[in-house]
């Protein structure tokens, strides 16, 4: 089992639409949660932290859920712009440094549409 | 404030040929991330610097792979030889000391490297 699973997707969607991914990590001593978004052929960016209460930026919700191990991402009246790949991670602190270790899922691909 | 600089930005290199990758981080920040990611999937990581320390290396393919920070600013990943499967895009990331595991990761634009 992988230790950060993605619903794989692709989801395509129509501009105005809500949607949702999910994200389940197997890990339980993991601290840090964040969504990152990868543009076709770019690098990844951060889009937000993901915080124990949940957190919002604009079209953008962030939930996690400690005791079930997954964390979401809603996006509401979806944009063309928003079209790209989300990216869940999920990090742990070792044991003797701060240097966090970080998995990331192999991404959702979002599109859409007109 | 100046980005994660990588080079090249594109490879293309037979099988068992050798290849090099550099990277700058950005200013004062003293976490350093080499990952692999493959076509479709997410990035993997290969190895993680604190300053001119590895972290982990858990992930890096040591028999051909390996990295170095010398002085704990900018970074080389080699491979030798190379592997059809190497071919991906090798990205950079940084980031700041404090609790690196809170902070975000910048990434570079990626070196994409194609064995044939």
């Known amino acids: 089992r992988k230790e950060v699973e993605q619903d794989p997707g692709p989801f395509n969607v129509p501009e105005g639409a809500t949607v949702a991914f999910n994200c389940t990590y197997s890990?339980?001593?993991?601290?840090?949660f964040f969504w990152y978004r990868q543009d076709c052929r770019k690098e990844p960016k951060l889009l937000m932290s993901?915080?124990?209460s949940g957190n919002e930026d604009g079209r953008f919700t962030a939930q996690l859920n400690r005791a079930s191990q997954y964390i979401s991402l809603l996006i509401r009246d979806s944009k063309l712009s928003d079209s790209a790949t989300y990216l869940c991670?999920?990090?742990?602190?070792?044991?003797?440094?701060?240097?966090?270790?970080?998995?990331f899922g192999d991404g959702t691909t979002l599109t859409v549409k007109p | 404030e100046a980005g994660v600089a990588q080079s090249p930005r594109y490879k293309i290199i037979e099988k068992r040929q050798s290849v090099a990758f550099w990277c700058n981080p950005i200013s004062g920040h003293a976490t350093l991330y080499w990952y692999q990611q493959i076509l479709g999937q997410g990035p993997k990581l290969l190895i993680q610097?604190?300053?001119?320390?590895?972290?982990?290396d858990s992930q890096l393919p040591k028999d051909r792979f390996s990295a170095e920070r010398l002085k704990g600013v900018d970074s080389t990943l080699k491979i030798q030889p190379a592997k059809l499967e190497d071919s991906a895009v090798y990205l950079c990331a940084s980031s700041s000391f404090w609790a690196s595991s809170y902070n975000e990761q910048f990434f570079g634009p990626g070196t994409r490297l194609t064995v044939l």
């Open positions: 991670v999920v990090n742990w602190t070792g044991w003797n440094t701060n240097a966090g270790k970080s998995t």
């Open positions: 610097f604190q300053n001119n320390g590895v972290v982990d």
């Open positions: 890990n339980s001593a993991s601290q840090s």
């Open positions: 993901v915080y124990s």
